[in-house]
């Protein structure tokens, strides 16, 4: 609830941009994935730009229009990946997301990169 009401806070400014941090980390699995779903909503009623830090893998192909993956030194841009397998709008739920065709692949290319990048520490 705190979470809500301070995204709210937030907007109730009409930013033009939300930048946020890892702010699901600190929640348990359910309340995440609500929360995920509720900025689908937030992003679409809002129209405000959301840039959000994530190093978990599904909640950035739910939640993004783009990933931006960046390497892990010098934190450079390493890749930019747009889900093709979204069909040219927000997705709803999770549960829609994990059936479309194109969501596995994507995820395994993400975590071989967060793999390889995780060999060159």
Known sequence: MRQRV???????NAPEVLLMDEPFGALDAETRWQMQEFMVNVA?????????????????TFLADKIVFLSSHPGRLREEIV?????GARIRNKEDMLELPGYGEMERKIMRMMREEGERV
């Not at 301070?6 to 109730?12: G, P």
């Not at 889900?83 to 069909?87: A, D």
């Open 83 to 87: 889900p093709q397998f979204k069909p």
């Open 44 to 60: 679409e009623a809002s129209g405000t730009t959301i840039i959000m830090v994530t190093h978990d893998i599904e909640e950035a």
């Open 6 to 12: 301070a995204i709210a806070r937030t907007l109730a």
